[in-house]
């Protein structure tokens, strides 16, 4: 599951879930039908095929015409009108900031909101202005403005176009009129990833993917398959520049110079997966192997984890991005817990029968803490190395217990954390994140 070659586990927007549930609910008082399933990252596609015959007066039956299916009204993206309220201030003064014009910001009107912040994707408004779209696309140091003077990049023999397609991982763009719902192919050297169901909202769509921009093209297709496309995904253009991409929230210098540091910036920069605000992650632990490295970052409530397996000539490169958490521990309230996450490091130095991995266990500690133990179940506890509100430790030999359908897990972990001081700042389990 956390193969370098794997992309991470993504979040349903909530439209898209609830679209799901109904759709599963009703499906439950029908009568089945021929189905399968579309490796995407959204959703599940069903087909659904039917013919009809009428019996004539001479009990003979007759074969006819079967009638199209009324189209099917697909709820569109939701509208958080205070965020959007407040994304689209942060934009118009990015714009001012920049010396660009825009008609004055009184006239933006929101459509809708995309929001994500569980996994640290941007949030996009998609709005707009004297009747021409605008996405409006911030992070927490960034802004950047599509531009509604720029014409859509469009798939040929379509009228769907992209307008913006943002080092953060942002296509936004308009829909044809005869889609509902869009799905996004991203293709690169390495492979390809899908985004599908990805709802319209008033002719617009927005979404977070999982390649950057740089060495990508994108495609496009009718997600429905009432709305079907014979000839697959249509390659689209590459978009219009933005209007406007700048760091508006600026962070102070972080560490680059030391050998974790430059790792951590090698990294970043190297990964295929979209990264948001790179800039303001300090780096943390860095542990190396001679087939691989990794290294830890802590940025703002968040943590990055970034690792590097050397593959014959090539280096595949693995971040995750994940929230610092807040959970309820028994009848008490809610406080601050240690969050982790594994991370797998392969290698086939010598060619792909001689692969080699192995995996670590990283996350997060309270940004005073100096000394971290970890105990595995009823194991003694094991030293693990803390730096800069961050841990991480080689997976020790042995400590994964039976799981379901013969599969294996790690036993509950009991972490200690101190300060510098000796002072214990926190005693109890580990929480993985979702």
């Known amino acids: 599951m956390n193969d370098l070659k794997l992309p991470e586990r993504r979040v349903l927007p909530d439209a898209v879930r609830e679209r799901m549930r109904a759709k599963l609910d009703e499906g439950m008082n029908r009568r089945p039908r021929r189905g399968t399933h579309l490796a995407a990252a959204a959703a599940v596609v069903v087909l659904a095929g039917s013919g009809a015959v009428v019996v004539s007066q001479l009990g003979e039956p007759e074969p006819v015409a079967t009638p199209p299916p009324p189209r099917e009204i697909i709820q569109g993206p939701g509208l958080d009108a205070a965020l959007a309220a407040r994304?689209?201030?942060?934009?118009?003064?990015?714009?001012?900031?920049?010396?660009?014009?825009?008609?004055?910001?009184?006239t933006w009107v929101p459509v809708f909101t995309v929001a994500e912040s569980h996994y640290l994707q941007p949030t996009v408004v998609a709005a707009r202005v004297d009747g021409k779209p605008l996405f409006c696309v911030t992070t927490r140091t960034t802004v950047t403005v599509s531009d509604p003077g720029a014409t859509p990049g469009y798939a040929p023999g379509t009228r769907t176009g992209v307008l913006l397609a943002s080092a953060n991982g942002i296509v936004a763009g308009v829909a044809d009129p005869g889609w509902d719902e869009v799905m996004v192919h991203a293709f690169h050297a390495g492979g390809s990833s899908a985004e599908g169901g990805i709802p319209v909202g008033e002719g617009l769509f927005a979404t977070a993917v999982s390649e950057r921009p740089e060495g990508t093209t994108y495609a496009v297709a009718p997600y429905r398959e009432a709305q079907p496309n014979p000839a697959g995904p249509v390659n689209l253009p590459p978009a219009p520049a933005p209007l406007v991409s700048i760091e508006d929230r600026p962070v102070a210098p972080v560490d680059r110079v030391s050998e974790a540091g430059r790792f951590l910036g090698d990294c970043l920069a190297k990964s295929r997966r979209p990264v948001s605000d790179p800039q303001s992650y300090e780096p943390g632990v860095l542990l190396s192997k001679g087939y691989g490295r990794l290294v830890t970052g802590r940025a703002d409530g968040a943590w990055v984890t970034c690792a590097e397996g050397l593959s014959m000539a090539t280096t595949d490169v693995n971040v995750r991005e994940q929230h610092a958490m807040t959970l309820p521990l028994g009848d008490g309230p809610p406080v601050r817990v240690i969050a982790y996450d594994t991370v797998n490091i392969t290698a086939t130095p010598g060619g792909e029968g001689n692969a080699m991995a192995e995996e670590v266990?990283?996350?997060?500690?309270?940004?005073?803490?100096?000394?971290?133990?970890?105990?595995?179940?009823?194991?003694?506890?094991?030293?693990?190395?803390?730096?800069?509100?961050?841990?991480?430790?080689?997976?020790?030999?042995?400590?994964?217990?039976?799981?379901?359908?013969?599969?294996?897990?790690l036993p509950p972990m009991h972490a200690k954390v101190y300060d510098g001081a000796g002072k214990l700042l926190y005693d109890g389990p580990l929480h993985r994140p979702g």
């Open 87 to 106: 994304e689209l201030d942060r934009c118009w003064a990015a714009v001012r900031t920049s010396g660009r014009t825009l008609p004055d910001r009184s």
């Open 361 to 409: 266990i990283t996350g997060v500690v309270p940004a005073g803490a100096t000394r971290m133990t970890l105990a595995f179940g009823d194991r003694a506890p094991v030293e693990v190395a803390v730096a800069n509100g961050s841990f991480a430790l080689w997976q020790p030999e042995n400590v994964r217990v039976p799981g379901p359908n013969n599969s294996s897990d």
